[in-house]
């Protein structure tokens, strides 16, 4: 264990940046959270982040969100879909889910990723009441550039206007329960796939060093269900800091998150519906994100449903 | 014609008596050079040749008669202008030969005398006696005139003409003469020359030739007119060379009737050669036109291009007519001696002669085969035995039928072993010495160089005029191609400007090429020009031009241009001259612009000078295309911080509306030429209306114009592409272009989690898809904003990032 947590740090501070497929954030509950959520990654928006943390999920788990990046920017059609699918195997055996995320803009690009990700609790150290989970992802990425007048001719076109390539994503959660802490690491994208048309187009391998903690009531504020995640992420030699906190409210019915990053301020809502013949538990979240360099924007804003099934 | 020769004798005799003169012949006693003839000393021969010719030359005591050749040495008694003639031609080849300068000296008093001594009509008498200034001969006629012409235009092209010694006035006035004995003849034969103009007074009573009549003008001689085509041919090409090109199709014109009226009229059907001579309507006269002698190979001796019979037949001709093939051994027989033959007489054929062998050997020395080969082999095989006695002293013929005077110098013309006769001392000819030097030169070319086509096709030129000149380069270049019917001769282009009226000539020398492809480069002084007018001439040999433009002049507009050399402190550059208005066009480079020394050109440039095509079918000036354009090289340079270019636009008339448009002058913008995609993209600018320029910065150099946009919408400010490979320069879409970028404006690009990646300020107008670090950035999706300096609300729009 002590190892694998050396091997991840060294990782993290050694391995090179470079070029796409950047995390514009997946899912709303996170980005409501500022996209601090590698330390948490406890439900379907969890894979991408840290496919180490899906291992939390003890329900079958599917969530839809789209959103509109930028919205009020005349001349700014960026949207992005993400659909997380969560399959808890047992104690024994671990956790699957299944991701599949797009981010286009209409008439000019569009991106696509594709992944399975598999996460398991490793051991329990009763002693100290540790646990420690890893996980991994395989990712497909592709992206796609449109044709028009311009790129017709353009030779950086001549051999087709897509690329893809695979990847993989690997995670580690290490959780006090005790404490309500939890670390984690993360690192994305480690064999840095090209996926240059022309000249090499690197997605940088991106690591992520995260820590959250939980309670069940906040001093002093008196907020319940209180989570707060902070990530330092790395990617292409760019160090963010990014911080996120959620409280559960009336009877953890309604979420309220809040976050930050350094472009963007965002802040997020939820609210949990209960099927009580079926079990099955409707969730309903709402993020808005508000960039913090860019003008005359009315925000990104991120709408998703998810179902966890009894 | 030297049974004409002696007639002159007889008649110069009997008009000196006539007239009360006394004839007397003033022969010189010096000694005579030794004469070796030997073939293994051509140039000993050419030389004692040369010598008794400048022997024969009359000097300043004559006054009217200095430099003529007299036939024999002493008084100038007995000048023939077509014998002096061939004598110039035999000093100059002499010359070219041996380099003696007494020899041009001599040919250059000859042509003097010739100059001085020619009628009003531009004719020679064919006879002056100096020492009484008699013209001897009434009669003026075609062979004097060609003959003299030939040999002013040999001099010429020595290069000898000079203010003391000029001969192309003399020459043409002699060709108007040749050309009058051809529209003066009567009769039907067209194209031939008669025989020239007799007089019916002396010189000395008549001393202009204005009552003289063309009287014996009916009758056509084949050396008349041998030398009228050779005449008039020369002067072709010598009023082409001189630039006289409507003297030169008039002389193309008399050259090719002449070819015509001689092979129509003058061949003889019956044999291989020709009639001697023909009446005015070119029909054969009884007791003449056959008679075999010289003249009925003469076209063939003067490389007349008439249509050929076949020459091996003339060469045969000649042996059996004329040479001497079997011998007896009684008498020397002067075995391969051409004869003397008066077509008058059949018994002076007896008459073996150096000058008339040396004639038929400048005939048979074009001819191929055995047959010319074995006759002038002969033939100079019997001068050179005879000349130095060896075959007389071993036969009986007495001495004295040595041919070269030892005493007196110069060869006599014949002897007669038959009737055991030689000729008198003075039945000797200058043009004897002259045509034995061009034996010994090898042949003679009459027409060496001069081209014999005489079409009258004009040439023609194919040239794609040229818009205008920078004046930077310098250099205006003229190309095209030039095709003709005859050999062309000369190619020149004709320029001036506004700034220097005074007009110039370059030219090239085709070389002869009948198709020719040109480039004349003028380099004028361009530096306060506006507009370089041109003309392209080309002139073939017979005189046939062609003028483009037809009238006047090309004009190419001067291109306003600067060069300057700046390094990373920047500065300015300005177009010289400007506006009326104050207005200059110029470029200014802030401090930090450019990493390196950097040459910049600036150029005001036409449409055509960049390979700009305007829109096809109708456009409007202004709108579809710039009313003005302005290069800026080198093509594709980028400036670290934008530069400030000015331009200016034409509104002369001070009226804001810009001339030749509809266009409010305060409309226009500056926009630059996509080479990439053929498009005029917006750039943007301030319009100064007291001033008549738009400013605006640019970060790249390109084509710029000055066109209106119309109203700007926010598209107008956004880049066209809306892709870019940055990473791959190849000018497919290797920056994003925004318009309308002013100095105060700012662009801001943002990745798609909102960090703002790149700020271009100061009016930069194109990203180059770096980050704020210099590094490219990662593929993908990214946000523009631009700030319009005033508005509140930025422009945004999607770029999107490839590799």
């Known amino acids: 264990m002590k190892k694998l947590t050396l091997s991840f740090i060294v990782l993290f501070i050694s391995l090179p940046a470079a070029a796409a497929f950047k995390d514009a954030g997946w899912g709303a509950r996170p980005l409501g959270m500022g996209g601090a959520f590698t330390a948490v990654a406890n439900d379907a928006n969890g894979p991408l982040f840290n496919p180490a943390g899906i291992d939390q999920v003890t329900h079958k788990e599917a969530t839809f969100m789209s959103s509109k990046l930028f919205t009020g920017l005349e001349g700014v059609e960026i949207g992005q879909n993400y659909f997380g699918y969560i399959h808890p195997l047992g104690r024994q055996l671990g956790t699957l889910g299944i991701v599949w995320s797009s981010l286009y803009a209409p008439g000019y690009y569009r991106e696509d990723t594709g992944s399975i990700s598999y996460g398991k609790y490793i051991e329990s150290l009763s002693s100290s009441k540790i646990n420690v989970s890893m996980g991994a992802s395989m990712r497909y990425l592709r992206h796609e550039y449109s044709l028009d007048q311009y790129t017709s001719r353009d030779p950086v076109f001549a051999n087709g206007y897509s690329a893809a390539a695979m990847t993989a994503d690997f995670g580690a959660l290490v959780a006090l329960p005790k404490m309500g802490l939890s670390f984690a690491f993360a690192s994305k994208c480690v064999n840095s796939p090209d996926v240059g048309l022309k000249t090499p187009d690197v997605v940088p391998n991106e690591n992520v060093a995260a820590v959250a903690y939980y309670t069940n009531m906040l001093p002093y504020v008196k907020l319940p269900n209180f989570t707060i995640d902070a990530d330092v992420v790395n990617r292409d030699n760019i ?9 559960w409210l009336m009877n953890g019915k309604f979420a309220i998150r809040a976050g930050e990053r350094p472009q963007e301020i965002s802040m997020g809502l939820g609210y949990e519906l209960g099927f009580k013949k079926s079990a099955t538990v409707l969730v309903i979240d709402y993020a808005f994100g508000w960039p913090l360099q860019m003008e005359q924007t009315t925000g990104t804003h991120r709408m998703a449903v998810t179902v966890r099934f009894p | 014609m030297i049974k004409t020769r002696v007639l002159f004798i007889a008649l110069l005799l009997a008009a ?8 007397t012949v003033v022969v010189t006693t010096q000694a005579t050079a030794f004469v070796n003839f ?33 036939d024999v040495a002493g008084a100038p008694t007995w000048v023939v202008p077509r014998e002096n003639g061939t004598a110039v031609i035999g000093l100059i080849e002499a010359f070219i030969e041996t380099g003696t300068f007494a020899y041009r000296t001599g040919a250059l008093q000859c042509l003097d005398y010739l100059k001085n001594r020619q009628e009003a009509d531009g004719g020679w008498s064919k006879w002056y006696d100096e020492t009484t200034h008699v013209r001897v001969d009434s009669a003026t006629s075609p062979s004097e005139a060609g003959s003299v012409i030939m040999a002013m235009y040999k001099a010429s092209k020595m290069g000898w003409e000079d203010s003391s010694h000029q001969y192309y006035a003399s020459a043409k006035l002699a060709g108007g003469f040749i050309m009058a004995c051809i529209t003066n003849k009567p009769g039907t034969a067209n194209g031939l020359a008669g025989a020239g103009k007799e007089y019916t007074v002396s010189y000395s009573s008549a001393p202009t030739d204005a009552r003289g009549a063309y009287k014996w003008s009916d009758w056509s001689w084949v050396s008349d007119n041998s030398y009228a085509y050779l005449g008039l041919i020369t002067l072709r090409d010598w009023a082409v060379s001189t630039g006289d090109y409507a003297f030169a199709r008039t002389c193309n014109q008399f050259v090719a009737g002449i070819l015509t009226g001689m092979n129509t009229y003058l061949k003889n059907p019956s044999n291989a050669v020709w009639y001697r001579v023909v009446d005015g309507n070119g029909v054969k006269i009884d007791g003449y036109s056959e008679k075999i002698d010289a003249l009925c190979y003469y076209p063939q001796k003067y490389d007349i291009p008439v249509t050929q019979y076949a020459q091996q037949n003339i060469a045969q001709w000649m042996v059996d007519n004329l040479q001497v093939t079997t011998a007896t051994t009684t008498v020397h027989q002067g075995y391969g001696a051409f004869m003397w033959v008066d077509a008058g007489s059949e018994t002076v054929k007896q008459r073996r002669s150096q000058g008339f062998s040396e004639e038929a050997w400048l005939a048979l020395v074009d001819i191929p085969g055995q047959t010319a080969l074995d006759a002038r082999t002969r033939a100079k095989n019997w001068w ?38 030689v000729a008198q001392w003075w039945e000797r000819f200058i043009d004897t010495s002259a045509n034995c030097i061009l034996v010994y030169r090898g042949g003679y070319d009459y027409t060496a160089g001069i081209p014999q086509t005489t079409t009258t096709v004009s040439p023609q030129i ?6 205008s000149v920078s004046p930077i380069t310098g250099v205006l270049t003229a190309t095209g191609t030039i095709t003709a019917s005859a050999p062309l001769r000369a190619v020149s282009m004709t320029y001036y400007s506004n700034a ?6 370059v030219s090239s020398a085709p070389g002869g090429a009948t198709t020719y492809h040109f480039s004349l480069s003028a380099s004028p002084d361009l530096s306060t020009a506006t507009t370089f007018y041109y003309s392209l001439h080309a002139v073939d040999a017979a005189g046939n031009e062609i003028r483009a433009p037809a009238d006047g002049y090309y004009a190419a507009q001067v291109a306003r ?61 202004g709108v579809d295309m710039p009313v003005v354009m302005y290069q800026f090289l080198p093509e594709g340079l980028t400036f670290a911080r934008p530069a400030t270019i000015t331009l200016l636009y034409p509104d002369d008339n001070n009226d804001n509306i810009v001339d030749g448009t509809t266009i409010d002058a305060s409309q226009l913008s500056i926009l630059w030429w996509n080479e990439t995609y053929q498009q005029w993209d917006y750039v943007g600018g301030v319009v100064d209306t007291i001033h008549k320029t738009i400013t605006c910065p640019i970060t790249h150099f390109s084509v710029y114009g000055v066109g209106f946009k119309g109203p700007l919408t926010d598209n107008d400010y956004r880049p066209k592409e809306k892709i870019i490979t940055p990473a791959t320069i190849d000018n497919y879409n290797d920056f994003a272009n925004f318009g309308g970028i002013g100095i105060d404006d700012s662009i801001y690009i943002y990745d798609v989690t909102g960090r703002r990646v790149r700020e271009l300020q100061q009016g930069t107008s194109r990203w180059d898809g770096k980050d704020q670090d210099g590094r490219i950035v990662e593929s993908g999706i990214y946000i523009y904003q631009i700030k319009i300096h005033g508005k509140n609300k930025p422009i945004s729009g999607t770029i999107v990032v490839a590799k």
Do not use: M
């Open chain 2, 38 to 70: 030997s073939s293994n000393a051509p140039n000993n021969a050419i030389v004692t040749e040369a010598n008794y010719i400048l022997k024969c030359q009359a000097d300043n005591t004559f006054s009217t008669g200095a430099g003529a050749f007299n």
């Open chain 2, 561 to 621: 241009a600067a060069q300057a050399t700046f390094n990373a402190s920047g500065g300015q550059l300005a177009l010289p001259g400007g506006n009326a208005f104050g207005g200059v066009a110029s470029i200014s480079i802030p401090l930090g612009a450019l990493d390196s020394n950097q040459t910049i050109t600036f150029l005001e440039v036409k449409p055509e000078d960049v390979g700009i095509n305007p829109p096809t079918g109708k456009y409007t000036l």
């Open chain 2, 462 to 467: 194919a040239h794609t005029p040229i818009v």
């Open chain 2, 500 to 505: 220097v009226p005074a007009p110039a000539t």
């Open chain 1, 239 to 247: 160090t963010d800091v990014r911080i996120g906190v959620e409280t």
């Open chain 2, 384 to 421: 050179l035995d005879y000349n130095n006695a060896n075959d007389i002293q071993t036969s009986s013929a007495p001495v004295s039928y040595q041919l070269w005077d030892v005493v007196k110098g110069g060869i006599l013309d014949w002897y007669d072993p038959i009737a055991n006769a």
């Open chain 2, 16 to 23: 000196a008596g006539t007239l009360g003169y006394t004839v």
